[in-house]
């Protein structure tokens, strides 16, 4: 293994924190005239997730940073797609894609070549969960060549029975050709991917820049460093879950620098130019989703904020401690609760909260206003507050805030 350098830099755990907020979107103002698509550029990657309480994850990303956007906004903005600026074919061009990044992700479009890496080993993996049925695969490829776009349902289905595992043949086998990259998703339907061949919506300047691992590795470890501003080994490996010897092996050739950060015990790698101007700003108050790339690696939201985050929609429900899809809150750059929410009509229900002390309440009061009126809430209901001798200044505070 080649040898690192010597860290030249020392922050405080407190820079680390700002500088991870700024890296993040979440200190100093956004620049809104880029919107949506401005914010996935930013973090490089945009989680999916099935799971929707108060929005789909996707949605929830953009909201916590630039405020209440429209819903069909930020879908649009994610799949709508952009006319080249110099007029010439195709006539469009998809500004993302989705793909395997720290887990099914929107990318930008631009990363498509950077991705290559991990195409080429999907197409040379021994073993997959799902048969092959023979013959399925260039069926599909086939049917897509000929009338363009379609979703697993029109290719002939996506399950064999009810169960949520029990792909179809044409599921698998179009699944199987989004990993190999011979087909894309740059849109959803409904919540349902729409599989269309590479070759046809992946803009051609792109499709054909083939890069080594090393180029593609190098670049995915920079637009972490970049999104998380500073970082761990682990954190960096996490952002689009590489191996920690694929990002030992770029680490020193990738445009970050060394650094070593107050308690945290282990080197650690910051984006440069996040070093240049103390982190300064407004600070966001907002629910977050579980999901969101500032706190999706348990590990480093506790070191980072000395926070306890994990989701628990997929543990039993006698087990949870705070609820199935409980949303940290962030208030003045620090994680000062957590609220389980549901919709009841125009009511936001709070089902549990979990407030950091007194002087929590008027944040958590105002992000979960602000998120009522983002779907369209008119009350905002409490059901259980961790602390009893909290509800009645929460209560009372949600009351004056939406009066």
């Not at 049925?133 to 029975?161: C, F, H, N, S």
């Not at 699944?175 to 729409?194: D, K, P």
């Not at 929609?313 to 003045?332: D, I, Q, S, W």
């Not at 002390?357 to 259980?384: F, I, M, N, Y």
Request: charged share 25%; aromatic share 8%; with cysteine.
């Amino acid at each position: 293994m080649t040898s690192l350098p010597r860290p030249a830099t020392e922050l405080s755990a407190d820079e680390a924190r700002r500088i991870a907020l700024r890296a993040q979107g979440f200190l100093g103002a956004p620049d809104r005239r880029s919107g949506v698509r401005g914010v996935l550029r930013h973090l490089g990657a945009v989680q999916l997730d099935t799971i929707s309480v108060l929005a789909r994850s996707h949605e929830l990303i953009p909201y916590a940073r630039l405020g209440a956007v429209g819903r069909k906004t930020v879908d649009s903005a994610y799949w709508t797609p952009t006319a080249p600026a110099d007029g010439t074919p195709p006539a469009t061009r998809p500004h993302a894609f989705e793909y395997w990044s720290h887990a099914a992700c929107i990318l930008p479009i631009e990363e498509w070549p950077h991705f290559a890496f991990r195409r080429r080993a999907y197409r040379a993996r021994p073993h997959w969960n799902h048969a092959l049925p023979d013959g399925v695969y260039d069926q599909v490829i086939k049917q897509l060549r000929a009338e363009g776009p379609l979703t697993a349902t029109d290719l002939g289905g996506a399950k064999k029975t009810s169960e949520w595992w029990d792909w179809s043949g044409t599921k698998v086998a179009v699944e199987r050709a989004l990993m190999y990259g011979e087909v894309v998703c740059t849109e959803r339907r409904s919540w349902n991917r729409v599989y269309d061949l590479a070759e046809r919506a992946v803009p051609e300047s792109l499709l054909h820049d083939e890069l080594d691992d090393a180029e593609c590795l190098r670049r995915l470890v920079r637009l972490a460093g970049q999104s998380l501003g500073v970082g761990t080994r682990a954190d960096i490996a996490d952002y689009h879950r590489l191996k920690g010897e694929q990002v030992d092996a770029v680490i020193a050739d990738s445009g970050l620098v060394p650094v070593t950060v107050e308690g945290w015990g282990k080197p650690a790698w910051a984006d440069p130019a996040a070093l240049e101007t103390a982190p300064r700003g407004r600070h966001r108050t907002t629910l977050l989703s579980p999901f969101d790339s500032l706190v999706w690696e348990r590990a480093r939201t506790e070191r980072i904020f000395g926070f306890t985050h994990r989701l628990e929609a997929y543990v039993p429900k006698p087990k949870r401690v705070y609820g199935y899809f409980a949303m940290p809150v962030l208030a003045g750059g620090h994680l000062v609760g957590r609220v389980d929410p549901a919709r009841e009509g125009r009511t936001l229900v709070a089902k549990q909260v979990t407030l950091d002390g007194l002087k929590a309440v008027p944040a958590v009061a105002q992000a979960l206003v602000e998120a009522a009126s983002w779907v369209d809430c008119t009350d905002v209901r409490v059901e259980r507050v961790d602390a009893p001798e909290l509800r009645e200044p929460l209560t009372a505070e949600l009351a004056r805030a939406l009066a």
